[in-house]
């Protein structure tokens, strides 16, 4: 059956450090992936869009790698800030655009 | 750009009643719309497509006479939860695209900020 694995524990990191977050899949081939930030009581807010054909993404201090593979997709923030606490969710695209999600990692950022 | 807004942002009913939620592109044609529940501390759960002037298609499991589904214009999609029950409590999310963002070369979806829907 087709899975989209987050790591549902919250991943806690020290201000100014790297978060690193993982997304894994199984039985899916997605044309494209994507990562969304989610905020308490909040609908998903887009960050980055990372196709098939592409290694890697950046945005700003954002960066997504695309493993088709090894069937994994990496988030990274880099200088991360109290800020960027929130719940990470990555979804994939099959054919046209729906969307599924994983679960989500929600993500504490210590100061 | 790209914005989506949905109506109301929170809604407390008695069981029994209909409950009817609205989600607007504000600044961009959705030629779909998409709406999603979420359950706390859960994932969000498509729960059927809309596309401009055609019916929606409804995931397995999700009852088309239950959860009515109108998108009758470019920027207007809305939710109608007939004879809600407790168990229909959830956090409701719609989504739109149409827009084909052009960094992209494809739709993506862009959200709205969530109906909290608490029925009694």
């Known amino acids: 059956s087709q899975k989209i694995e987050q790591n549902s524990e919250a991943l806690n990191i020290q201000e100014g450090k790297t978060a690193t977050l993982t997304c894994n899949y199984t039985?899916?081939?997605?044309?494209?992936l994507q990562w969304y930030r989610q905020d308490p009581g909040r609908g998903p807010v887009f960050l980055l869009l990372?196709?098939?054909?592409?290694k890697e993404k950046r945005k700003e201090r954002l960066k997504v790698t695309f493993d088709t593979t090894l069937k994994q997709s990496l988030f990274h923030i880099t200088a991360s800030q109290p800020a960027d606490s929130a719940t990470y969710l990555c979804a994939l695209n099959n054919a046209g655009n729906m969307l599924t999600f994983g679960g989500g990692t929600r993500l504490m950022v210590k100061p | 750009g790209a914005v989506v807004s949905q109506h109301p942002s929170r809604v407390i009913c008695k069981s029994g009643t209909s409950v009817k939620i609205e989600c607007r592109s504000l600044d961009f044609q959705a030629t779909t719309m998409f709406w999603y529940r979420q359950f706390p501390k859960q994932s969000l759960m498509l729960m059927a497509t809309?596309?401009?002037?055609?019916?929606?298609?409804?995931e397995q499991g999700v009852e088309k006479d239950k959860f009515l589904i109108n998108h009758a214009s470019l920027t207007l999609s809305t939710l109608t939860v007939t004879s809600a029950h407790p168990e229909d409590s959830s956090f409701y999310i719609c989504?739109?695209?149409?827009?084909?963002?052009?960094?992209?070369?494809?739709?993506?979806?862009?959200f709205g900020p969530g109906t909290r829907l608490t029925v009694l």
């Open positions: 990372i196709r098939e054909n592409e």
């Open positions: 989504s739109a695209s149409g827009g084909g963002a052009k960094d992209m070369g494809t739709d993506t979806q862009y």
């Open positions: 809309s596309n401009e002037g055609s019916k929606a298609t409804y």
């Open positions: 039985n899916y081939s997605p044309a494209y």
